[in-house]
């Protein structure tokens, strides 16, 4: 596993790139709202615009659900959490819409679905709609933006394409897609926080439509300081490249515990780790069904690809521990040591010759793979 590396945070001042200290508004802690400053003077002189938060805070009678819980990071949850949004029942559901049940909870486990030509097509209909809503709510990732506010967009895009947004109350989720900011490796619920200058947040989308799954994801940076940090920017371009170096072995008679061993060379040349408690998985007219994927080496993952399956790869990096530890709501994800983890996913078919990219990205999609720093790129050079 790589070495633990400390993540410097940015401070929130106004315009300010220095790192952050050890102070932070008196207001904000009683409110439960992270913010750190480099200086007394910094906070003075950000005084007018930062204010501002403080009065949507109390405004809005915001609080923080658990505030005897032992969190890892800076990350607060903001609730009250709104209402549950609906799917009009023109919209066909799958079975766990009403009571969160789905029922098939992996039961034939090593069973994996080999799809015909018309389940093929109704693959790549269902994830390119879902690459299309993603990119509709990722054009909405700026700071002063809150994760709710993303999970209405994705709400509504998904109904105007006569699609039901499979995380709805899968096993009782509460919303409409995954909002995971910073420390949160997966899973993390949208809520009243506005992101923020210097976060970098997961948005992880999964559509049902005509009988068919697709899920995706990927990281975003919120700002221009977030791209101005190395360690931000390692994290996300290692978990973006460890995706695309484990698409490179898809193919007929690959076997699924093989993308984890090039995963975790990948994220160890770059001094990150990977998180082994979730793996990809297969995805269809099921929403997670086998086989499983996982991202790490060593793994016991049985059977091989073959023409007709289709599948996710989603590798979650780290920047120090693998160890993972659940919020009290039963889903939010986070690392033990509280440093920042990225993600990125695709749906795959395997063909007859490799493999199709279900939820490739457009030539427009907003994001994309930015430079590496370049001490990532020395570590990697020397474990050559």
Request: overall charge positive.
């Given at each position: 596993?790589a070495?633990?590396?400390?993540?410097?945070?940015?401070?929130?001042?106004?315009?300010?790139?220095?790192?952050?200290?050890?102070?932070?508004?008196?207001?904000?802690?009683?409110?439960?709202?992270?913010?750190?400053?480099?200086?007394?003077?910094c906070?003075?002189?950000?005084?007018?615009?930062?204010?501002?938060?403080?009065?949507?805070?109390?405004s809005?009678?915001?609080?923080?659900?658990?505030?005897?819980?032992?969190?890892?990071?800076?990350?607060?949850p903001?609730?009250?959490?709104?209402?549950?949004?609906?799917?009009?029942?023109?919209?066909?559901?799958p079975?766990?819409?009403?009571d969160g049940?789905?029922?098939?909870?992996?039961?034939?486990?090593?069973?994996?679905?080999?799809?015909?030509?018309?389940?093929?097509?109704?693959?790549?209909?269902?994830?390119?709609?879902?690459?299309?809503?993603?990119?509709?709510?990722?054009?909405?990732?700026?700071?002063?933006?809150?994760?709710?506010?993303?999970?209405?967009v994705?709400?509504?895009?998904?109904?105007?394409?006569?699609?039901?947004?499979?995380?709805?109350?899968?096993?009782?989720f509460?919303?409409?897609?995954c909002?995971?900011?910073?420390?949160?490796?997966?899973?993390?619920?949208?809520?009243?926080?506005?992101?923020?200058?210097?976060d970098?947040?997961?948005?992880?989308?999964?559509?049902?439509?005509?009988?068919?799954?697709?899920?995706?994801?990927?990281?975003?940076?919120?700002?221009?300081?977030?791209?101005?940090?190395?360690?931000?920017?390692?994290?996300?371009?290692?978990?973006?490249?460890?995706?695309?170096?484990?698409?490179?072995?898809?193919?007929?008679?690959?076997?699924?515990?093989d993308?984890?061993?090039?995963?975790?060379?990948?994220?160890?040349?770059?001094?990150?780790?990977?998180?082994k408690?979730?793996?990809?998985?297969?995805?269809?007219?099921?929403?997670?069904c086998?086989?499983?994927?996982?991202?790490?080496?060593?793994?016991?993952?049985?059977?091989?690809?073959?023409?007709?399956?289709?599948?996710?790869?989603?590798?979650?990096?780290?920047?120090?521990?693998?160890?993972?530890?659940?919020?009290?709501?039963d889903?939010?994800?986070?690392?033990?040591?509280?440093?920042?983890?990225?993600?990125?996913?695709?749906?795959?078919?395997?063909?007859?010759?490799g493999?199709e990219?279900l939820?490739?990205?457009?030539?427009d999609?907003?994001?994309?793979?930015?430079?590496?720093?370049?001490?990532?790129?020395?570590?990697?050079a020397?474990?050559?």
């Open positions: 596993m070495a633990e590396v400390p993540v410097k945070k940015g401070c929130i001042g106004m315009e300010c790139p220095n790192d952050a200290g050890t102070l932070q508004c008196p207001t904000c802690l009683k409110l439960g709202i992270e913010s750190s400053f480099c200086s007394q003077d906070f003075k002189r950000s005084w007018a615009e930062h204010k501002a938060v403080h009065k949507t805070a109390t809005s009678s915001l609080y923080n659900p658990f505030p005897t819980f032992a969190f890892t990071g800076a990350l607060r903001l609730y009250p959490l709104s209402p549950r949004r609906t799917v009009p029942d023109s919209i066909p559901h079975n766990y819409a009403k049940d789905p029922k098939y909870k992996f039961i034939e486990k090593n069973r994996i679905s080999i799809l015909d030509k018309k389940g093929q097509e109704a693959m790549r209909k269902v994830c390119r709609i879902s690459r299309e809503v993603l990119d509709i709510a990722a054009r909405e990732v700026k700071p002063g933006v809150t994760t709710d506010y993303i999970d209405e994705v709400h509504k895009a998904c109904i105007e394409r006569n699609a039901y947004p499979s995380p709805l109350n899968y096993v009782n509460p919303k409409s897609v909002t995971s900011i910073n420390e949160v490796i997966c899973h993390g619920i949208p809520d009243q926080r506005m992101l923020r200058e210097g970098i947040v997961n948005l992880d989308v999964s559509l049902f439509h005509e009988g068919y799954h697709g899920d995706l994801n990927e990281t975003y940076y919120v700002g221009s300081k977030a791209l101005a940090d190395r360690d931000s920017v390692r994290v996300v371009e290692t978990a973006r490249e460890c995706l695309d170096e484990a698409i490179k072995l898809v193919k007929p008679g690959m076997a699924f515990r993308p984890g061993t090039v995963i975790e060379k990948h994220a160890k040349s770059k001094g990150c780790s990977v998180i408690t979730y793996c990809g998985h297969g995805v269809g007219s099921l929403f997670h086998a086989p499983n994927v996982p991202h790490y080496a060593k793994n016991k993952a049985v059977g091989v690809a073959k023409p007709g399956m289709t599948f996710t790869i989603e590798p979650m990096i780290s920047l120090g521990t693998y160890k993972d530890r659940t919020w009290p709501d889903w939010t994800s986070v690392t033990q040591d509280g440093t920042r983890t990225a993600q990125f996913e695709h749906t795959l078919l395997v063909t007859e010759k493999v990219i939820t490739a990205r457009f030539p999609s907003p994001g994309g793979p930015v430079e590496m720093p370049p001490e990532a790129m020395a570590d990697e020397d474990s050559k």
